[in-house]
Each structure stands twice: as structure tokens, then as C-alpha cells.
């Protein structure tokens, strides 16, 4: 099934340690995106990536990295995790074309600083 | 901060029931606005879009309504059914539909509960 594949689906990460979310995407959207969702605080954007090549930063990208070497992968790092890091992490992609199905999300990748 | 959000967090219904999500934005550049259904442990799920020079779109039991003037947009669903039991989130598009890709800003969500 086409889509976005999301892993690990949950982690528990010590403080201080690095960590990569991975997200792949088999739909050759050109713009990919990560996204933390926090109760009450709805998602917002950490960084995102029109196209191979470039990457942007969103409304909240402290503590995060990303490339996008190619099409299909838009890895997200944490160089150093902290507790306020801990939240449910959504990869998503978009067709560059309009479509009008917007964005298509991954299922999630739950992650806990501890 | 966010430039959309939402009036209600929480709303419960009875099954058959039509429900209400209202949203309220305050961009007025933005010209696409997409509802978003989220279940339990999964991703946001495109449900309807509706471009600003619309007032109104429906879908399969689902309606859109948008109003520029008071800068509010708003899901009806039809006939409420359990399985509408989900969180429902508004995001608005800052960029024109069709051209360059531009990033989605998301209300806080509502949670919709629709009880047998």
C-alpha cells in the first residue's frame, strides 16, 4: 500500500542521547515535513523539505535536524534529546501538483525522554 | 503563535445526530483550508478542503462552510455515526493551491464523541 512508513513507532531515549526518526515515502511527493503533536498544542511544524536537496525550518526546529538526500527519505535527528522533546512525532508528505487530498500523514512515531 | 484555532475542545453528540465543528482563523491570505479526522493512535486523515473563494463544499456526509468575512470555518457532519469518534482538526495553507507547496498550520483540535 502506497503511503508513508514511519519508524520506530514508539521509543523511550535516555536525556542527552541521539536518536533518528525515520519517515520514507513511496509516492514520489516532491515536499515532505515533520510535524510534533502536543496535548492542547495541535501539530506543529519542527522542519520540512520542498524538494531533494532543501530543507527548511519550521515553527519550532530547535534540537532538530533534517536532510533529504532523495525523494523518498526525510529523516529527522535529535542530536542531543531533552524531556520537552518527548511528543508523538508526524512525517507527511505533499504532492507538489495541488493535489486536494493535502498532506498524507505517517502513523506516528511516539517518542519519551526520560 | 497559531493563526488557527478552534472554539469548542471537546463535543459530544448523539449517534444519528448532526455535529458542528467550528474553526477560526486569522490569516486572511490564507486560501486553502483542509479538515483533518485523527483516531486514536494513528495520523491525521484529510477529510474535505475547501479554497477561499468558496463558500461552501461538501463531501460524503460531510459539508465545509467558510466564512471570510468573520474569518470562521466550520464541519458539519451528517448523520453522526461512532465510528466519527475521532479528534478534528482545521489547518489552513498560506500558500496558493496548485503552485508551490506551502506548510499547514494546524488548529489545537477538537474531540468529537458520538455516544450510542
Known amino acids: 500500500t502506497a503511503g508513508i512508513t514511519q519508524a520506530p513507532t514508539s521509543q523511550i531515549l535516555a536525556a542527552g542521547r541521539s536518536m533518528t526518526l525515520r519517515c520514507t515515502q513511496d509516492m514520489r511527493h516532491n515536499a515532505m515535513y515533520w510535524y510534533r503533536q502536543d496535548l492542547g498544542l495541535g501539530l506543529r511544524l519542527i522542519h520540512y523539505s520542498n524538494t531533494a536537496g532543501t530543507t527548511g525550518k519550521g515553527e519550532v526546529p530547535d534540537g532538530y535536524s533534517v536532510s533529504r538526500a532523495n525523494t523518498d527519505d526525510f529523516p529527522l535527528t535529535l542530536a542531543s534529546a531533552v524531556p520537552s522533546q518527548t511528543s508523538v512525532y508526524f512525517c507527511a508528505s505533499s504532492d507538489s501538483k495541488g493535489r486536494v487530498e493535502g498532506y498524507t500523514f505517517g502513523s506516528g512515531t511516539r517518542l519519551t525522554v526520560v | 503563535g497559531e493563526s488557527v484555532g478552534l472554539h469548542l475542545p471537546t463535543l459530544s453528540v448523539q449517534e444519528g445526530d448532526n455535529s458542528i465543528i467550528n474553526c477560526a482563523y486569522s490569516n486572511s491570505a490564507s486560501d486553502y483550508f483542509i479538515w483533518y479526522k485523527q483516531e486514536s493512535g494513528k495520523g491525521p486523515q484529510f477529510i474535505i478542503d475547501?479554497?477561499?473563494?468558496?463558500d461552501k463544499r461538501q463531501g460524503q456526509r460531510v459539508t465545509v462552510l467558510l466564512n471570510k468575512t468573520v474569518k470562521h470555518l466550520s464541519l458539519q457532519i451528517a448523520a453522526t455515526q461512532p465510528g466519527d469518534s475521532a479528534v478534528y482538526f482545521c489547518?489552513?495553507?498560506?500558500?496558493?493551491?496548485?503552485?508551490?507547496?506551502?506548510?499547514?498550520?494546524f488548529g489545537k483540535g477538537t474531540k468529537l464523541s458520538v455516544k450510542p
Open positions: 489547518a489552513e495553507n498560506k500558500v496558493p493551491y496548485g503552485g508551490s507547496q506551502g506548510n499547514l498550520i
Open positions: 475547501i479554497r477561499s473563494n468558496m
